[in-house]
């Protein structure tokens, strides 16, 4: 599913995600000699709309370039869109690297005071990603003692790694969170 993104998530009444958009979700296919998923097919170049700003970097590339790496696109990809959904939890920007969005001028956080067209903020945030930047964290968010927020940094960090080979797996992120919540339940 290539719209595992916060816009896309709903709460339920009991406080359960729910995942709400599939309009352009992708089945996973199985390789029965590797005895593992098919990578997905390539149907969004990132970049090009403001909405790509919050992709993976093996999403971002180049056309050609995409097509000799189209086996990266796994489900490591989605976990990126989740560190996306942590990024956001962290600190309710809808677009990492946006500071802020105005009747479609955008300005970076980066380059406070410049306002860009999305066009332009699209190519400038696509740059940073393919860099392996991690978007910024407010001051209080970053130096925060809360446990909860540390885990949710460290989560937020390990699946945000640009090398979809280093990247946390969905489980190792679900372990981190685990591990707060256990220690949170304990006290």
Not at 79 to 107: R, S, Y
Not at 147 to 158: Q, Y
Request: some cysteine.
């Amino acid at each position: 599913n290539y719209d595992f993104r916060h816009h896309n998530m709903l709460m339920t009444d009991d406080n359960r995600a729910k995942i709400s958009d599939f309009n352009i979700a992708v089945l996973l296919g199985w390789d029965t000699e590797k005895k593992e998923t098919c990578a997905y097919e390539w149907y969004i170049v990132c970049g090009k709309t403001i909405w790509g700003t919050d992709r993976a970097p093996e999403e971002c590339m180049d056309k050609e370039t995409r097509e000799e790496r189209k086996e990266m696109l796994t489900t490591k990809t989605e976990v990126f869109h989740l560190g996306n959904i942590l990024n956001f939890l962290l600190t309710k920007k809808k677009f990492p690297f946006v500071a802020k969005e105005d009747q479609g001028k955008f300005v970076l956080e980066a380059e406070e005071g410049k306002e860009y067209e999305m066009k332009e903020a699209a190519e400038i945030v696509k740059k940073y990603i393919l860099r392996g930047d991690l978007p910024p964290l407010p001051a209080e968010v970053a130096g925060s003692t809360d446990p909860s927020i540390k885990a949710l940094i460290e989560a937020r960090d390990k699946a945000l790694i640009y090398d979809v080979k280093d990247r946390a797996s969905a489980r190792d992120v679900a372990n981190i969170l685990d591990k707060a919540v256990s220690k949170l339940a304990q006290k």
